[in-house]
């Protein structure tokens, strides 16, 4: 059975820092390529960031203040991000799309229940 579990959500100042984790098992997430997501209130969710193929990727709102890391040894996905601002606030989803050896239409995807992030003063 495949998981995704987020944690490491809460209540952060502007300007402050978290570190999300998204625990995965049931697939071999080493052969995945894994996302965060974010949806904030009332709007679609939107793609944050990309571990895939040794490589990663951000969405220009977060870029330079965001890392996604990865540890395939414990099958664990991180998002790290600094200087946190209001618009950040919203439900941060672990997404796991592969494996990524076979063609892209056969690939699984995979989504965790999300944790929440609200950045307030």
Not at 6 to 23: K, T, Y
Not at 41 to 68: H, M, Q
Not at 78 to 102: F, Q, S, W
């Amino acid at each position: 059975q495949v998981q995704l579990v987020e944690s490491g959500g809460g209540l952060v100042q502007p300007g402050g820092s978290l570190r999300l984790s998204c625990a995965a098992s049931g697939f071999t997430f080493s052969q995945y390529a894994m996302s965060w997501y974010r949806q904030a209130p009332g709007k679609e969710r939107e793609w944050v960031a990309l571990s895939a193929y040794g490589s990663t990727n951000y969405a220009d709102s977060v870029k330079g203040r965001t890392t996604i890391s990865r540890d395939n040894t414990r099958d664990i996905l991180y998002l790290e991000m600094n200087d946190l601002k209001p618009e950040d606030t919203g439900v941060y989803y672990c997404h796991a799309r592969g494996p990524t050896y076979v063609m892209n239409e056969s690939r699984m995807t995979y989504w965790g229940q999300g944790t929440q992030v609200f950045v307030s003063s």
